[in-house]
Structure formats: structure tokens, C-alpha cells
């Protein structure tokens, strides 16, 4: 580079002129000197900068305000940046300088350009000043990059760069700026690659994130970009790059050009969730990436584009200067995963503790002491649970534990992998199928429950649990509404707030229970029922006959189902009933079947005021925030709609297994083999074990709805009583305060200035929660991140977990919500979010089941395999991906959905 000049085309910097034209350009410079994709550009140069002072008088302003800092007074440090930047804004470039620069950029092949800052100490291995001085995209026009290279001038002054400077003792007089011009990437997708992982310092992995468009809206924290983690390979071993993971973003927004420079806007629903990059470009990614950390010496952190040739192009690469371990709070992965098939409804913050505090106390908490597996008072393991968006999500650092200490990597079958994220890392399914199994761990924790809690046995936890219904909990049912009708008289909230308490307190005993019944037995045993089968009898011999081994069992939920059935049999044999019920709104059924007077009207509304009186307590959801079907009838009259409007028949090919058939169909197969009467009678066992415990889940969930429902009318009277005192504006707002918020009000009157805080935390909450109750959140989250497994390509055929055997080829119906279910047809194949007891009646006709979410033991799978439907679970997007009327095949033997094209 000659020893005087203002601007210089990017081809003739080198890595040593960095004093002349900043850290920033002169690793571009390099970079491009040594072959590197860079975009073509030049760079207006340190002299240009000291020239630009001097002409406009600016050195004095700027010593004269540096001298007025007063160390650690934030206020000192903005009047000085203030000063400076007011004399920039009204200084101009030199007009040697300018007829230069127009010179180069009239040179340029396109117009439209980029306008970085390269300050002196930028992009050091020391310090970084990342997102401190100015960059420019889609910058158009001769007038608007000579505006821009003055406001990057000016940028070196911001307050946030002089602070930064005092903070790190960085001399402000020896800093100086150049400034590059770059020809504009026209980005299908951006982003930034770091050459070794920047938070955990793993020298072993790269960290790729990206985004749709240009990489502003990753840089600049926007969206939420993918994140691919590659393994580096080791210099000895000669092996190939690796993808360890791909973390899919909920990217809701991307940076695109515009006629002002860019916009961020809302990226496409269907773009949303797919990858911004293949796998190819981020392995390619991660040759260039190396081959630059080799170039320079060190980490790199390189900015990169993917233009509409699909080329990668570096946009700037600097030192990676952090490289720290973060908290040990930040590193916990969070899953919607395992909610999914048990608490997969929306949740307002009320009864997020109410359960939330339940699970976490007694079933993890308590129960880790008991069974020895963690520290007491361990931050990592003992919150178990996190609310985001309206969803509970389950800590992976103590499924992540479960799995190490209760289940041996034989059994860790699709359903319990589908907790955890793909790939590797510490919580990815590949890390999680591979952890050792801690056998000594596993006894003594067995050891330690026959001691502390012997029924806590998977022989006793059913029948305890039973015993404890009948002599805790229905007592205490049945004498719920006297207890009602006698705090009504005394209108005390302090009163309802102690039955709120002895009510939690009654339900340790249900948890203390569940606790083993559910994570315990029901996931061990059957984990353990479709291992020895599989072994026993071939992987392909399971899929096909295990459904069929844990249907035709009776319980609460199969109950329910055959009481709603009946209703629809007596409403379907009367044509008036039958009439009223297809042509009238479901609200107002119940009022004009009760007009009638005839014997026909009054036998169904005899057999409704039963069902009333034994399922009452139900709904579609576990949040108490909606209303029961005692209150609200209209959603059983949802339900039995699609039962009466036409006979469905069940056209799945159940290739002609019972659960009576395909019983004596394994014996048969398994007492013909070596061993065989010692491999039945193993089997069996712990097959009726896993059977117990299915049918143990759907009785306690039982239990559940009714304590649900006078959790309801507990909070609901409170919600009233706040109403009247002013404090609340209607009383379902009480589901958005938390148990201590709601304990304070019943002991204090709030002051003005805190009733308007509570209003506006109560509007805030609800707002949140009608926002996303209806959504399908992220899978995981990690701190602020929101990311997602990668989806299936794109293409006709899709994997799911296979739930329940059959194969049906029939049209899909897509419903989102409980209310639409009303317009399920018989034979269709149901397209669902997910599914919970309420919405499983309506099974006794639909042809076949595609859940977003859940496994083999989601209440979905279950109720399927009772009616012996086809159900396939976990088709990530599927209410997206299949359409209402569109036909496909649904196989539950393989978890294949294919759509089918007419030919």
C-alpha cells in the first residue's frame, strides 16, 4: 500500500496494515489476498480520518471535551459524547477526499454497498468492540455513503464506546478510524460461524447460527436464529466435520433490503420453521471457517452471507475474544417435550404453581431424597419446571438424570429419546442414548424406597393408590359443596385461602403416589414390556402387536367415553333429538331438549343430569381458567355431535389382532422359543404391570380433573371477592395472580399505587396467555433461546411415532382447538396439536390420529389403541403440513404418514 492515500481497493490491504486501515479491513484484506470469498470493495483509510479532523478543527473539541470525564459519572461521559458527535454532525468531508471516494465508488460493479467502521483497536484478540461502532447496509447513492462515513466517524464517539474505553483503559487519543465500502451480498440467508464454541470454550466444536436474509437480524438479536454445532476434527485423526446438533430457531423475523436501507419483517409461517441452511453449507461453513482460525493464528468470529448463487461470502472476521463458562442456570436445556404427554394444555401462572409446585416438591424433590439421586437444595436439578408462553416446559438436566439412573440404554426407545433435542451436546438425543447406566445407583435407590416409602413398590402404588381414594380423597369430594356453601355465608377470602391450603395438602398424598406410578412404573414397565418383546420376538413382530397388547383396557377415560356414546345411541334413536342436536348451537341444546315433553327428551336428559353428576367435574383441559362440563354442557354436546350426525365405521386394517388375539398370538410365539415357558411368564408379568400402570394413569388423571374443578371454585369465590373489593376487574382474573399474591390481598388492602401495579401485571399475564393458548411453542428453550428439532424434508411422506397399529387411507381433518371438534366426520383422520381426555370421545368414530406432539403413552395413543384406530404422534408442524379434505395413509405399525397425490 503506497505511503499516502485516502482510499485503497480491498485487494491491496494486507493483515500488517491495520494501522492504517483498522482491524476490521485489514482482515478482509488479508483474507481476500489469500483466496477467500470476499465481496469486492475498497476502504477510506486512517489518513482520511485524521485529514477529516484536522479540516474541520475537530482535534481541539475532542481534547477539550475528554478532559471534562470525571471517572465512574456516567453523566460526564454522555455530555462528551454529546459534544463530539454535535461537531461531527456538522462537519463534511474534505473535497479531495470526496472527489477520491466518489471516484472508487463510481468504480464499483453495483450501487448498492455496505458502510462498515474499522477502528485501530477493533477485532483485536484483546478486545472486540463488537456492536459499538456503526455499519450501514443497502446504503444507495454517492451523497448517502459520504453522510455514512461521517456517522461512522461519529460512532467512535457514542457514549457506550467511551465508556467501554474507560472501563478496559483503552487511550482515546491513539484511536482512529477507517471505514470500508463493500459491494451489498443480496443474502438468501446470513449469519455468524464461531470456530470454537464461545460459551463453553470447546475447542472441539464450531458454532454456526443463522437466519433467513441478511445476518442483521441475527447480530442483532432480533430473531432467533438455527444453531448448528459441528465437531471440529482432530489435526492427528484426519476425520471428517460432523453436525452435532441443528437447533431450528423460532425465527419471527428477518432482515431484508429496502428502499431506505433494511426492514425487519415477519418471515412466512411455512419459512418459519424450516432451516436456513442445508447440511452441506454448514459443513462447507465449517471448512472456510477453519481455514481462517488457520490463517490468523487463532479463534475466529466470522460474519457470512449465502448469496442467491447459493456462495458463500465473508463478510468480516475477528478474534473471539470471551471465551468463558456461563452460569450454571444458562446451561440447563428446558423441553416441551415430556409435557406433551403430560401437561400439554395452556397454563396461567396460578395453576402453574398449584401443579407446578406439586410435581416439583413431591414428585422431584422429595422423591430425588428419598431415592438418593441429588443434593438437596441443588439449583440444577430441583426446579424442575419453567413457564414460557403459556406452556410448562420440564427441566432436561433431571430427565437427564432419570434416564441415567432408572433406565438402562436398552429400553431408551423413540418415546423417551423424543424428550431431548437432536444430535449431540449435553442434553441431545445421541449424548442421552449413550450415557452409562448407573446400575449400583439404580439398587440402592430401590433399596432406599422398600425403607423410606414401601409404597412406592410397583406390586403396591395401584392398590395404595386406590385405597387412598377411597378413604382420603372421595370423603373429602363429597364434602366439598356443604364446605361451599358454608364459606359463601362469611364472604371471607382469608377462609376460602385456608380450603385452597387443605386442599393442596390433601393432594401431597395423590402426588406421593404418582410419583412412582406414572415416571416410575407406568414409563418403566412399559419400556421394559416392549424391550423383551422386541427381543423376544423381533423389532418388526413388537410395533405390530404391542398396541394391541396395552388396548381394551377400562378405566375413568374409557368410561367416559362409552357414557357419552350411550347419549349419542339415545339422542340418534329419536329423529326430534337428533334433529335438535345437528341444527342447534351447542350452548342451547340442554335448554330446548328440556322444552320438550316427551318421554324420549326426558330419558335423555335423566342420562345427561347422570353423566353430569359422575363427569361433571371433566373438560377438554386440565387449566382450571376454563370451564368444566357441569358448566359449561355445550362442549359434551360438542362431543356427541359427530356421534349422532352419522354411524362411522373404523376402516383401518387392524390385520384382524385383538387384544385377546394378539395375547395368545405372543404366547404362542414365545413359548416356542428356547426357554420359551420361562420368557412367557417373564413377559407376561411385567406386560400386566405395564397394563396396571396405564390404566392407574387414567384413574388418577381422574382424580386430577375433580381436584382441578374445586381448585376452580375455590379461586373462582376469591376471584369474586376481589372483584367487589375493586382489585380485580372479573373474577376469572384471579387465575392470573400467584398463590402468594393472592394469600397478601386476603391479608392486606392494597395501596392506589399497588392496585395499579397488580392490574397491570394481571392484563400483562392474561394477555401473554391468550397469545399463546392456542400455539404449538418451541420444544426447547435454553435461557432466552427458543429452538426447535430440525422438521422432515420436505416431501410426501412423513415419520412419527408409531402409537397405535392399523392402517388407514382416508381424508384429514385439521382441527386447532376442543370448540371445532363438532365437525369431525366418521372414517376421518383426525389432525390435532394434542389431545386430552376431553377431546377423546369423539374417537368412537374418527378413522385414524396425527398428533403434533405426544408418544405411546400421550392419552391420544391410548384412547386410539381402545377404539383400535391407526394413531401416529409427534408429526412436528403437522396441523401446517396436512389440510382439511386431503387424503393420506397413516400407518400406526411403522409412524409413517404419507400424502397421497392422485394419479
Not at 296 to 309: N, R, T
Not at 731 to 743: A, N, Y
Not at 868 to 894: E, Y
Request: with cysteine.
Amino acid at each position: 500500500m503506497p505511503s499516502k492515500s485516502y482510499v485503497v481497493d480491498l485487494e491491496n490491504v494486507r493483515r500488517e496494515d491495520w494501522v492504517r486501515v483498522g482491524g476490521k479491513a485489514a482482515s478482509l484484506g488479508e483474507l481476500k489476498h489469500l483466496g477467500f470469498p470476499v465481496p469486492e470493495g475498497f476502504v477510506v483509510t486512517i489518513e482520511a480520518y485524521d485529514y477529516f479532523l484536522s479540516y474541520n478543527g475537530l482535534e481541539e473539541c475532542i481534547e477539550s471535551s475528554l478532559a471534562k470525564i470525571n471517572p465512574g459519572d456516567p453523566a460526564s461521559i454522555e455530555e462528551c459524547s454529546k459534544e463530539i458527535r454535535e461537531a461531527m454532525s456538522r462537519s463534511k468531508l474534505p473535497a479531495e477526499l470526496a472527489e477520491d471516494l466518489r471516484r472508487a465508488y463510481d468504480a464499483l460493479p453495483v450501487k448498492s454497498v455496505a458502510v462498515r467502521s474499522s477502528a485501530t483497536v477493533e477485532d483485536s484478540p484483546q478486545e472486540s468492540f463488537a456492536g459499538q461502532l456503526e455499519t450501514f447496509l443497502n446504503v444507495k447513492g454517492f451523497e448517502n455513503v459520504e453522510r455514512l462515513i461521517v456517522q461512522c466517524y461519529s460512532s467512535l464517539w457514542g457514549s457506550r464506546a467511551i465508556a467501554y474505553r474507560e472501563r478496559n483503559r483503552v487511550s482515546h487519543r491513539n484511536l482512529k478510524m477507517a471505514v470500508i465500502i463493500q459491494v451489498m451480498v443480496p443474502a438468501k440467508s446470513a449469519g455468524v460461524l464461531f470456530t470454537v464454541d464461545p460459551v463453553s470454550s470447546d475447542a472441539s466444536q464450531m458454532i454456526v447460527e443463522s437466519n433467513f436474509g441478511l445476518g442483521e437480524s441475527v447480530v442483532s438479536g432480533r430473531a432467533m436464529p438455527d444453531r448448528f454445532v459441528i465437531h471440529r476434527p482432530l489435526k492427528e485423526a484426519g476425520e471428517p466435520f460432523r453436525i452435532v446438533s441443528r437447533e431450528i430457531g423460532v425465527k419471527n423475523h428477518v432482515a431484508k433490503p429496502s428502499s431506505t436501507g433494511v426492514e425487519h419483517v415477519e418471515i412466512p409461517l411455512e419459512e418459519r420453521f424450516q432451516p436456513s441452511l442445508s447440511d452441506e453449507q454448514v459443513l462447507r461453513l465449517a471448512e472456510i471457517g477453519l481455514a481462517v482460525e488457520k490463517a490468523f493464528g487463532c479463534p475466529q468470529d466470522v460474519e457470512w452471507a449465502v448469496d442467491g448463487d447459493n456462495n458463500i461470502l465473508i463478510l468480516q472476521s475477528r478474534p473471539v475474544t470471551s471465551l468463558a463458562q456461563p452460569a450454571a442456570e444458562d446451561e440447563v436445556v428446558w423441553s416441551r417435550g415430556y409435557s406433551d404427554d403430560y401437561w400439554n394444555d395452556p397454563v396461567t401462572p396460578l395453576f402453574f404453581e398449584l401443579l407446578g409446585d406439586q410435581l416439583t416438591n413431591i414428585v422431584n424433590v422429595e422423591l430425588n431424597r428419598i431415592m438418593g439421586y441429588s443434593q438437596p437444595g441443588s439449583r440444577k436439578t430441583d426446579q424442575l419446571l419453567k413457564l414460557h408462553h403459556a406452556h410448562a416446559y420440564f427441566n432436561l438436566e433431571v430427565l437427564k438424570r432419570k434416564v441415567e439412573y432408572e433406565i438402562p440404554p436398552f429400553l431408551r426407545n423413540e418415546d423417551i429419546l423424543n424428550y431431548f433435542p437432536d444430535g449431540g451436546g449435553p442434553y441431545g438425543k445421541e449424548t442421552i442414548r449413550k450415557l452409562p447406566f448407573r446400575l449400583r445407583k439404580r439398587i440402592m435407590a430401590e433399596l432406599r424406597v422398600m425403607l423410606h416409602d414401601p409404597n412406592g413398590s410397583v406390586t403396591r402404588t395401584a392398590s395404595a393408590y386406590e385405597e387412598w381414594t377411597r378413604r382420603v380423597f372421595n370423603p373429602f369430594w363429597e364434602q366439598f359443596e356443604q364446605r361451599m356453601t358454608l364459606l359463601s355465608e362469611e364472604a371471607s377470602i382469608r377462609r376460602y385461602v385456608e380450603l385452597a391450603e387443605e386442599l393442596d395438602e390433601l393432594m401431597t398424598g395423590h402426588f406421593r403416589l404418582v410419583r412412582y406410578g406414572i415416571p416410575v412404573h407406568n414409563i418403566g414397565m412399559n419400556l421394559l414390556a416392549q424391550y423383551l418383546l422386541k427381543r423376544f420376538l423381533g423389532e418388526e413382530e413388537a410395533l405390530k402387536t404391542y398396541p394391541a397388547l396395552i388396548s381394551g383396557l377400562k378405566h375413568k377415560t374409557s368410561e367416559t367415553n362409552e357414557r357419552i356414546s350411550l347419549l349419542a345411541s339415545v339422542a340418534g334413536s329419536s329423529p326430534e333429538l337428533r334433529r335438535i342436536i345437528l341444527e342447534t348451537p351447542s350452548e342451547k341444546i340442554l335448554e330446548k331438549i328440556g322444552a320438550l315433553n316427551t318421554p324420549e327428551a326426558q330419558k335423555f336428559t335423566e342420562e345427561f343430569n347422570r353423566f353430569i353428576r359422575d363427569f361433571g367435574a371433566r373438560g377438554f383441559t386440565r387449566e382450571p381458567y376454563y370451564p368444566r362440563w357441569y358448566e359449561a354442557p355445550q362442549y359434551v354436546f360438542n362431543l356427541i355431535k359427530p356421534l349422532v350426525k352419522e354411524a362411522g365405521s373404523n376402516t383401518a386394517e387392524t390385520e384382524g389382532l385383538s387384544q385377546e388375539e394378539a395375547l395368545k398370538h405372543v404366547e404362542r410365539r414365545i413359548k416356542a422359543l428356547r426357554f420359551g415357558w420361562f420368557k412367557w411368564r417373564l413377559f407376561s408379568t411385567i406386560l400386566g404391570f405395564a397394563r396396571k400402570y396405564i390404566v392407574f394413569r387414567e384413574n388418577q388423571r381422574f382424580n386430577l380433573d375433580r381436584w382441578i374443578t374445586m381448585n376452580r371454585r375455590i379461586y373462582l369465590e376469591i376471584g369474586r371477592l376481589l372483584q367487589r373489593q375493586g382489585v380485580l376487574q372479573e373474577p376469572l382474573e384471579v387465575f392470573f395472580l400467584r398463590k402468594s399474591e393472592i394469600k397478601r390481598l386476603a391479608f392486606e388492602q392494597p395501596t392506589p399505587e399497588e392496585l395499579a401495579g397488580i392490574r397491570m401485571l394481571v392484563n400483562s399475564r392474561r394477555q401473554e396467555f391468550l397469545k399463546y393458548e392456542n400455539t404449538t411453542p418451541a420444544k426447547f428453550i435454553q435461557g432466552s433461546r427458543e429452538f426447535n428439532d430440525p422438521p422432515p424434508e420436505p416431501g410426501l411422506v412423513f415419520k412419527g411415532i408409531p402409537a397405535s397399529r392399523g392402517v388407514l387411507t382416508a381424508p384429514v381433518r385439521v382441527l386447532k382447538n376442543v370448540e371445532d371438534i363438532w365437525q369431525v366426520r366418521a372414517g376421518e383422520i383426525l389432525v390435532v396439536p394434542r389431545t386430552d381426555p376431553g377431546w377423546t370421545p369423539v374417537f368412537s368414530r374418527i378413522g385414524g390420529l396425527i398428533t403434533e406432539t405426544g408418544g405411546m403413552l400421550s392419552h391420544g395413543a391410548v384412547v386410539s389403541r381402545e377404539y383400535g384406530i391407526p394413531a401416529v404422534t409427534n408429526i412436528q408442524n403437522a396441523c401446517r403440513v396436512f389440510k382439511t379434505g386431503q387424503t393420506v395413509t397413516v400407518d400406526g405399525n411403522s409412524g409413517m404418514v404419507r400424502i397421497e397425490v392422485a394419479s
